[in-house]
């Protein structure tokens, strides 16, 4: 059972504008939650964190959302460069234990 | 950011046999390691959780003694793929956590290649 879903496989977005990726997650007990950027053959690189006391948290281009009640949340990136073309990973867990995945949504961004 | 590093970045072996990587933490003391792997287009996959001096907790479907691991110190854990088979071959990612923080930090991943 996937507990933490991005729906969204693939995404493109013009160079400057504004990249939003979501993820949704069924589990109301998870209380932490990260956003990863993978290059391919790398590892994952951890972006930015939010928990579920916050509903916004900020850092430069990179900005996370969290809806509790929707169960929803995403992540934005404004302006998008190209070197910003990657898969991005959302995650939870409780209490910053066992972390649950999604499957990554591939953002390209064009020049 | 702390830093996570993982030997060998690949490796190909023969069926039936051996494989160890090793994760190292390097400017921290992870008292929880994590062992993922990764299918492609697919998340990552939790397989074992370590803490360092202690037996590790395999996920659910893991066969525990076909994939070793220990975490013998602060900076370490190994993970032994043994009798290495065809569907062993993926990419095998640890993370760590230092006892102060929540966040992981990734090692850069193993491809591991079986024939």
């Known amino acids: 059972d996937q507990q933490v879903k991005q729906n969204s496989p693939s995404l493109s977005v013009q160079e400057g504008r504004i990249s939003i990726l979501n993820c949704d997650y069924t589990?109301?007990?998870?209380?932490?939650f990260l956003w990863y950027k993978k290059y391919p053959a790398e590892g994952p690189t951890f972006l930015i964190s939010?928990?579920?006391?916050?509903d916004k948290n900020e850092d430069g281009r990179f900005t996370v959302f969290l809806n509790k009640s929707a169960k929803h949340l995403s992540l934005h990136i404004v302006p998008s460069q190209p070197g910003d073309s990657a898969v991005y990973f959302c995650a939870a867990s409780v209490t910053g234990n066992q972390f649950y995945f999604g499957t990554g949504t591939s953002l390209t961004v064009i020049p | 950011g702390a830093v996570v590093s993982q030997h060998p970045s690949r490796v190909i072996c023969k069926s039936g046999t051996s494989v160890k990587i090793e994760c190292r933490s390097l400017?921290?003391?992870?008292?929880?390691m994590f062992w993922y792997r990764q299918f492609p287009k697919q998340s990552l996959m939790l397989m074992a959780t370590?803490?360092?001096?202690?037996?590790?907790?395999?996920e659910q479907g893991v066969e525990k003694d076909k994939f070793l691991i220990n975490h013998a110190s602060l900076t370490l854990s190994t993970l032994t793929v043994t009798s290495a088979h065809p569907e062993d071959s993926s990419f095998y990612i640890c993370?760590?956590?230092?006892?102060?923080?929540?966040?992981?930090?990734f090692g850069p991943g193993t491809r591991l290649t079986v024939l």
């Open positions: 370590s803490n360092e001096g202690s037996k590790a907790t395999y």
């Open positions: 993370s760590a956590r230092a006892s102060s923080g929540r966040e992981q930090f």
């Open positions: 939010i928990s579920s006391i916050k």
């Open positions: 589990n109301s007990m998870f209380d932490y």
């Open positions: 400017d921290f003391q992870a008292t929880t």
